[in-house]
């Protein structure tokens, strides 16, 4: 439906979900900033998978205080990424505070992934 509440509108069904890609080429342990929250939001969840064999383990931080600040896990243990896709709906650290930072953190690449798309998926009240 058309209106301001429709799902066309400004503020119906769906207009408070953001949602963040990231792609990382040639993966390897470390971590990438990956840029600010605008807005106070909360995840809801993290779909990731790999290019080619075998797979690739991380975790989102977010950083308060700026891209330097002390890091702080999203998930409650790391998503490990592979060809089959891999995703995680109940992140142990979901409420994010405008203007946090966040940061992928890759702590172990196996085999010989080149790619690695990660997706979360966000809302704001």
């Given at each position: 439906?058309?209106?301001?509440?429709?799902?066309?509108?400004?503020?119906?069904?769906?207009?408070?979900?953001?949602?963040?890609?990231?792609?990382?080429?040639?993966?390897a342990?470390?971590?990438?900033?990956?840029?600010?929250?605008?807005?106070?939001?909360?995840?809801?969840?993290?779909?990731?998978?790999?290019?080619?064999?075998?797979?690739?383990?991380?975790?989102?931080?977010?950083?308060?205080?700026g891209?330097?600040?002390?890091?702080?896990?999203?998930?409650?243990?790391?998503?490990?990424?592979?060809?089959?896709?891999?995703?995680?709906?109940?992140?142990?650290?979901?409420?994010?505070?405008?203007?946090?930072?966040?940061?992928?953190?890759?702590?172990?690449?196996?085999?010989?992934?080149?790619?690695?798309?990660?997706?979360?998926?966000?809302?704001?009240?």
């Amino acid at each position: 439906s058309t209106g301001a509440t429709g799902a066309q509108g400004v503020t119906g069904a769906g207009t408070n979900v953001r949602v963040m890609h990231v792609p990382v080429t040639n993966p390897a342990v470390g971590g990438r900033l990956l840029g600010m929250v605008e807005e106070a939001c909360t995840v809801t969840q993290i779909d990731a998978a790999v290019d080619v064999a075998t797979s690739i383990a991380f975790n989102i931080e977010e950083r308060a205080g700026g891209p330097t600040g002390a890091p702080t896990n999203i998930l409650s243990s790391d998503l490990v990424a592979d060809v089959d896709g891999a995703q995680d709906d109940s992140p142990g650290n979901a409420l994010l505070a405008a203007g946090s930072w966040l940061y992928i953190d890759i702590s172990a690449k196996t085999g010989s992934p080149t790619y690695l798309s990660a997706t979360m998926k966000m809302t704001v009240p």
